[in-house]
């Protein structure tokens, strides 16, 4: 059984940073990319960046490029997105997400595991 535990969001001044973290088990992960997605109240789910586990290639929305940076640490399981320059509309729930093969993409129906969230709120 595939798990993502989430971790590191919280209330941050506009500007400020944070770093979120994703803890994956039950797959063999060298064969899968990462992403992060987030949904603020009202909206749609949105993608924010993604990675592949074996080659290390990023993908970002273009929200973000520029201020959030996604990684991983094949050793941990652990995916992170790094954010920095934060902006209140930046505030919502965040999601990592797990997808069978390398290949990126930006679309929810292609990610087949999902975490629980973590809530990040950037205020003003």
């Known amino acids: 059984q595939v798990q993502l535990v989430e971790s590191g969001g919280g209330l941050v001044e506009a500007g400020g940073s944070l770093r979120l973290s994703c803890t994956a088990s039950g797959r063999t992960f060298s064969r899968s990319a990462m992403g992060w997605f987030r949904q603020a109240p009202g909206k749609e789910r949105e993608f924010v960046a993604a990675i592949s586990w074996s080659s290390g290639a990023t993908l970002y929305g273009d929200s973000v490029k520029g201020r959030f940076t996604i990684s991983r640490d094949n050793g941990k399981n652990t995916a992170y997105l790094q954010m920095d320059s934060l902006k209140p509309e930046d505030t919502a729930a965040y999601y990592c997400?797990?997808?069978?093969?390398?290949?990126?993409?930006?679309?929810?129906?292609?990610?087949?595991?999902w975490g629980q969230g973590t809530q990040v709120t950037v205020s003003s």
């Open positions: 997400a797990t997808k069978e093969g390398g290949l990126l993409s930006t679309l929810i129906r292609m990610y087949d595991y």
